[in-house]
């Protein structure tokens, strides 16, 4: 192949290192550091955010904050510019002497926008657009010296006589380091002289360090041959773009994709007819772009990634790559002709797929209309922007802790109780149809219990609820239950870890004792439990308000201690029984009864065991979802009851909420993890699970 080397192969460019950028991290969502608070898990629509006229928006690499431009209304004179986060929304107004015509790029935590605008300059129309950098937290805006907005494809008739400057109109998009402060791209000056075109490149970069603009001279030509730096490297340290000067087989110029990283020689990777560069990888080893690939027939413009390991990767004729992960391993894009929807996700694991089948992979279906395109991700590879849609998605890991009520003692599935958990040795009865292996992850229709088994890696179940145990069962140190160590001990629970579920304090309130004595004895109440000498209804109450409140908030404690970013999730109990007299048919059994004084003593007590845990659990800083109010006609002696009343051939299934009353704990669970959306008052974490409460006194 024939080519022209230009002597920009021996200029050295004169690009900014920046000491300890080479390994630089970003501010995730949800840090001090960061401008924008964590996404929840799933979908949500954002709606409102965008202008309705002419709408751009740009995601940060940290997925907490997407800038858009546009204008507010069809009769608005100016463009306005927003930086949005789940914190609130800072905007930026056009004016006379600013109007804002795009946002091109925003840093990796979202506090720093690219955007140019037409200044009031006297000058030629040529010198009027300009870059500007603006803070969103202080809301200055400083202008990049001297960096003039280029136009390729600018038209100019030519004429005799002195040089005439053109108008520069946007069509190159300049890039941002991933701290904000280093700026690439190309600026020029279009003229024409005695007849002939000229078009002045003007390659740059800018350091805020420095406060300085470099500037790389290429060459001009009549053709208007041009190179172009196109992307910088998310650490700083690489730029790319392409050297529009060779001269290909066909006799047109076309473009070398080039790059240059910060104190190595300029390196051509190879020559096209054309070839571009569209992103790259946090450290710049991975690039994505399109290339005409000859096929005989004619050239066909084909999506590809490079690395220098592997060369060029193709990726399918028409594909034209969006975005692309920090380590490169995943990139999104859309192909240009393809039947029906024409948006795909790249996994080096999975290969192309649909938007649909790899949200799928996470029990999430795509509303109608956003499969189109898959939008541009997130450095993490784990947030998505398709439109005015927002998707978080990633592994979870659920642990579901408790006793009886969440391990689902008397609703055992089609199949029984899980392998291990009905032996002779072990008697948990642990459920597959348990709340905690229904409840999903918000928007998703896969239950955790599927994911941890068949879905993407990364997902991981851990049910060790176990029936009969107490708050001793679950604290580290204790004996051994059921031939299992403590469930504190079980080494379930870690940093990783992102949901968990629990029950307990039931069995602390001696609830099977009560519940043994009053189906048999009239006026139970009155009566003293075993070891004690007071009557149940004096003795209970300040059990549970001293010594059952003070192990709760142990063990609400020690969860924290051991999954410090999980979200923390306590379940009530039922009141159990209707509060009307029972027949002895409502109960499953024969002469046995409760009448309506005990059931109403029962139901108090439940109550106040309820309102203790819920007050244990907002001094820890957990969740509390009870489920007293949700269970109301369906207790035991219920027409509809989604509690067992005695069942003699396996009693330990008395009165233990049956299929329907797991269904019904499941529901709660999800309705809470469904409502935790953009208007969730503490936030989210990393993972995009709801954040705890902050402990109350």
């Known amino acids: 192949m024939r080519f022209r080397c230009l002597v920009l192969v021996a200029v050295a460019l004169a690009f900014p290192v920046v000491p300890g950028r080479a390994q630089a991290q970003y501010a995730p969502c949800g840090a001090p550091s960061s401008v924008g608070s964590c996404p929840p898990w799933g979908f949500v629509a954002l709606e409102s955010l965008f202008p309705p006229v002419f709408p751009q928006a740009v995601m940060s690499r940290n997925g907490s904050a997407i800038v858009v431009s546009g204008f507010e ?22 004016s006379p002497g600013f109007d804002i015509e795009y946002a091109h790029a925003i840093s990796a935590d979202g506090r720093h926008v690219l955007l140019h605008a037409e200044t009031s300059s006297t000058g030629p129309a040529a010198l009027r657009y300009r870059l500007y950098l ?34 520069n109109q946007v069509g190159q998009w ?9 700026v690439a791209g190309v600026g020029s000056v279009v003229f024409e002289h005695d007849g002939v075109v000229f078009r002045l490149a003007h390659p740059f970069n800018w350091s805020a360090a420095q406060g300085t603009t470099d500037y790389w001279y290429d060459h001009s030509y009549s053709q208007g041959n041009v190179f172009r730096l196109t992307e910088i490297s998310g650490d700083g340290t690489l730029v790319a773009g392409e050297d529009l000067s060779f001269l290909t087989p066909l006799g047109t110029y076309g473009g070398g994709i080039v790059f240059r990283r910060a104190g190595q020689p300029m390196e051509y990777i190879s020559s096209f007819d054309y070839g571009d560069v569209r992103g790259l990888s946090w450290n ?24 220098a390991a592997e060369g060029f990767v193709d990726l399918g004729n028409t594909f034209g790559p969006r975005s692309i992960s920090d380590d490169g391993s995943l990139i999104t894009g859309a192909f240009s002709f ?12 999975d290969g192309m797929r649909t938007p649909s089948e790899f949200f799928g992979d996470y029990g999430i279906t795509m509303p109608v209309g956003y499969s189109a395109s898959a939008g541009e991700v997130s450095g993490d590879g784990s947030v998505f922007r398709v439109g005015d849609l927002l998707t978080k998605v990633g592994p979870l890991s ?67 609820a176990c029936s009969g145990a107490e708050t001793a069962n679950v604290l580290a140190g204790t004996e051994p ?43 139970c109440f009155s009566e003293s439990l075993p070891g004690t000498t007071q009557p149940m209804r004096q003795y209970l109450p300040a059990l549970i308000n001293d010594t059952v409140r003070n192990r709760l908030l142990a063990v609400y404690g020690a969860i924290r201690g051991q999954a410090p970013n999980a979200t923390v999730v306590v379940m009530g109990y039922p009141r159990l029984v209707s509060g009307v007299e029972c027949s002895d048919a409502d109960l499953g059994a024969f002469f046995i009864g409760l009448s309506e004084d005990e059931q109403r003593e029962m139901r108090n007590l439940g109550d106040f065991l309820n309102e203790t845990i819920a007050s ?82």
């Open 338 to 349: 393809s039947p029906g929807p024409s948006g795909r996700v790249w996994t080096a694991s």
């Open 134 to 167: 603006w803070d969103t937290v202080t809301g200055s805006t400083t202008q990049i010296p001297a960096a003039y907005i280029y136009d390729w494809w600018g038209a100019s008739t030519p004429q005799s006589g002195p040089p005439v400057l053109h108008p």
């Open 284 to 307: 710049g080893s991975v690039m994505i772009g399109t290339r005409r690939v000859p096929t005989g027939i004619g050239p066909d413009v084909h999506g590809y990634r490079w690395t």
């Open 398 to 464: 659920f642990v579901g802790m408790g006793d009886s009520f969440s391990s689902g003692e008397g609703a055992p599935g089609p199949d029984g109780y899980l392998p291990g958990s009905n032996t002779q040795e072990n008697q948990c009865h642990r459920s597959p149809i348990a709340y905690a292996g229904l409840a999903r992850p918000r928007t998703s229709n896969l239950s955790f219990q599927q994911l941890g088994i068949t879905g993407p890696e990364g997902f991981s179940w851990e049910f060790i």
């Open 174 to 182: 300049p890039s941002l380091s991933g701290a904000g402060d280093i």
């Open 481 to 523: 239950y059921q031939s299992e160590p403590p469930q504190l001990s079980q080494g379930v629970l870690s940093s990783d870890t992102d949901l968990v579920t629990i029950s307990i304090g039931g069995n602390d309130t001696l609830f099977s004792q009560v519940i043994e004595i009053c189906v048999f004895k009239s006026d």
């Open 73 to 94: 209304n069809a009769g608005a004179p100016f463009r306005t510019v927003k930086r949005w986060t789940l914190d609130g929304e800072v905007v930026l107004q056009g």
């Open 616 to 697: 244990a659990a907002r001094q820890a800083g957990v969740h509390f979802l009870g489920v007293a109010d949700v269970f109301e006609r369906h207790n035991v002696c219920d027409l509809e009851p989604w509690i067992n009343g005695i069942v003699f051939t396996e009693r330990v299934h008395s009165f233990h909420p049956n299929a329907r009353g797991q269904q019904a704990y499941a529901t709660v669970l999800q309705e809470f993890l469904e409502s935790a959306a953009l208007e969730y008052a503490h936030g989210f974490f990393e993972s995009g699970m709801p954040r705890n409460p902050p402990p109350m006194p």
